[in-house]
């Protein structure tokens, strides 16, 4: 898209929608940011796509904070890497480091990046039998040992923020004790949350399959919120696209959570047939989660302390990687541009009169038809940075760089 392109296409739109609510989007878009995962560009630690490294991936976490800084720098929104303590923090994959997190956090603000929300990694090595909600103590000890672990490092060199998803599950029916699995959970959950401080925010992620193929300990929102809410203040819901079954409606999970007053987070993601972890796609889907979040209020909010988490969770097959987090960015940008379209006024008058389907007519203007591209290169123009990242990043030739480096 041309400047000229850019111009012409904001006036359509401020026809079309009127000039302050483009405006508000616009700042909207200029104030919106999201975590990307270190994971993305390193080796997918043994998980659906085994040990392949695709030509250039970062081998340490010095090279994936490098990959980091340049998405950043060519989006302006991603300054905080979200991170995996036993990918990120440990020289084993077994235990997690302070002194590690330490030196990760120096490396970062040498990029002018920082770290995001932490992850304790309960999936590797002696999760067989579950981590939480496990019947030995000495595994379940381990892993709230990590998890305080992560509180601290959260508190001290990150922002707070540590979110939790759990392996715990089972392949058979009878394998395992449902209820006394579920209370396992439940009670090591409670007794963790009294060992982290409370002003660090803990999100309790769900998932409804995998690795379990007969049963999760957490498969869905409710089972998450029920936890949440025993645990105390300070903890929420995380929302992993990928984690539904197909046809789940997912922005009536934001709704709900959002109307229940529950500060929850996001790991966006697209879902096409499974857990797939590709990146985010311009789907009508993904355009209504964030009308709901928008409505709520809990995005771009000028009072901090009522915006949700926004992390994206992806790591890609074969695509370039650098390629599909810049694509990922960009898409979740033009979401919101879309959802803040809406005329709620004339939407509300159409529900009011119980007319359906101009309700939804007014609904498909903004999040479906408008073309909102000059919103978004308006809100990057206005920053300095380029109109298309994705191009920008092409012609930057650091892929070729980094393929030559990193043999
Ligand atoms: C699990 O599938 C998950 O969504 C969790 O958020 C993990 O932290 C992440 O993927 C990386 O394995
Ligand atoms: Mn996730």
């Known amino acids: 898209m041309t400047e000229e392109q850019v111009k012409n296409g904001l006036h359509s739109l401020a026809m079309e929608f009127g000039a302050d609510q483009v405006s508000a989007a616009i700042q909207a878009v200029k104030n919106f ?39 950043h720098k060519l989006t302006g929104a991603t300054k905080n890497v979200a991170m995996h303590v036993l990918w990120d923090f440990s020289q084993d994959g077994y235990l997690g ?7 990760v956090h120096e490396l970062a603000g040498e990029r002018n990046l920082q770290i995001g929300s932490i992850s304790p990694t309960y999936f590797l090595r002696g999760s067989h039998r579950n981590s939480y909600a496990a019947d030995e103590k000495a595994t379940t000890e381990r892993y ?26 089972s392949n058979y029916p009878g394998q395992l004790d449902l209820q006394r699995n579920y209370l396992n959970m439940k009670n090591n959950l409670v007794a963790t949350r009294k060992q982290i401080p409370d002003d660090v925010w803990l999100l309790i992620e769900y998932k409804v399959f995998e690795p379990g193929t007969y049963s999760t300990t957490i498969p869905d929102w409710g089972t998450a919120y029920a936890l ?32 229940e007053d529950m500060r929850c987070g996001f790991h966006f993601n697209t879902r096409y047939a499974a857990d797939d972890d ?12 964030f009308y709901e979040l928008v409505s709520g209020n809990v995005i771009v909010n000028k009072k901090k302390e009522k915006n949700w988490a926004y992390m994206i969770d992806q790591c890609s097959g074969r695509e370039n990687r650098l390629h599909a987090i810049i694509h990922s960015v960009d898409t979740l940008q033009h979401c919101l541009a879309r959802a803040m379209l809406v005329d709620v006024k004339t939407l509300q008058k159409w529900q009011d009169k119980d007319e359906i389907i101009l309700a939804n ?47």
């Open 361 to 407: 007519r007014c609904f498909n203007d903004a999040l479906l038809y408008a073309d909102v591209r000059p919103i978004v290169a308006t809100a990057r123009l206005e920053h300095l940075l380029p109109i298309d990242p994705v191009a920008a990043f092409v012609e930057s030739g650091y892929q070729a760089k980094i393929e030559q480096e990193r043999i």
């Open 228 to 259: 949440a809410n025993a645990m105390g203040d300070n903890t929420g819901v995380l929302i992993d696209l990928g984690h539904h079954f197909h046809s789940a409606n997912i922005e009536q999970i934001v709704a709900r959570l959002v109307a």
């Open 33 to 71: 940011s999201v975590e990307i995962p270190s994971w993305i560009f390193g080796p997918f630690g043994g998980g659906r796509f085994g040990e392949y490294m695709p030509p250039g991936a970062a081998r340490n976490i010095q090279e994936k904070l490098d990959d980091a800084a340049v998405v």
């Open 278 to 289: 590709h990146a985010v796609e311009p789907t009508p889907e993904m355009t209504r989660i």
């Open 97 to 103: 480091s302070y002194a590690l997190a330490k030196d």
């Open 144 to 169: 709230i040992e990590q998890t305080v672990l992560a509180g601290r490092i959260a508190r001290d060199f990150g922002v707070g923020l540590v979110t939790l998803w759990f392996p715990d599950g």
